[in-house]
């Protein structure tokens, strides 16, 4: 069991890290290992991103679209932003990204690649508020699209309103968009 310890003194440090080294070594790390994010930034860089996501390592279709070039929000940030823990089920849906890499590269100037986890917009407000204009209320609160959660997938998400699509109603809408574009619900 582990304890959460908000202003740590030296002696629980030294305590936790001595801890630490032994399990460590006990898995087979050595002792010289311990040097390596000391000297070299980038491993350290990864090392803390490896710990902030739960221990969440990308798959082959992340790592390639992110060789790509195309914005991302990924598993890995949804786990750091909004302090969850995918499912196995979950991650088992999101180790695929369902979209070819000619389709990402043609969608990299104009979309967003999102991994979505069952989080509703009043979920995400919960967890970090500093994205919406206001902590509380909003005209959206009772809206149905705020508190339906997402479905566990990847999505391409335009950066920009659909062409014409402003000012129109919800059905007007509706049709502009194209054979494989969708607005949820």
């Known amino acids: 069991m582990s304890e959460n310890i908000a202003n740590p003194t030296p002696s629980q ?4 890290l001595a801890k630490l080294h032994r399990l460590l070594e006990e898995a087979g790390l050595p002792w010289e290992a311990f040097q ?43 786990i750091q932003h909004f ?5 196995e089920s979950q991650l088992a849906m999101l180790s695929v990204i369902p979209f070819s890499e000619q389709e990402l590269r043609e969608a990299k ?6 991994a979505v986890l069952p989080m509703s917009i009043l979920d995400v407000r919960k967890v970090n508020n500093k994205l919406f204009y206001s902590e509380t209320g909003g005209w959206y609160e009772s809206e ?7 479905e566990t997938g990847w999505y391409l998400v335009k950066k920009t309103p659909v ?16 054979d494989r574009e969708s607005n949820p619900d």
């Open 36 to 78: 390596q994010p000391i000297d070299d930034p980038q491993m350290r860089a990864r090392l803390i991103n490896f710990w902030r996501s739960g221990g969440y390592e990308p798959t082959t279709d992340e790592k390639m679209a992110r060789a790509i070039g195309i914005p991302m929000f990924g598993v890995q940030e949804a």
């Open 83 to 87: 302090n969850v823990k995918p499912t």
């Open 144 to 150: 149905k699209f705020a508190k339906d959660k997402g």
């Open 13 to 16: 440090v030294s305590g936790r």
């Open 163 to 178: 062409k014409n699509s402003t000012s129109k109603t919800w059905k007007e809408q509706q049709a502009l968009l194209g």
């Open 109 to 114: 100037d104009t979309h967003i690649l999102v």
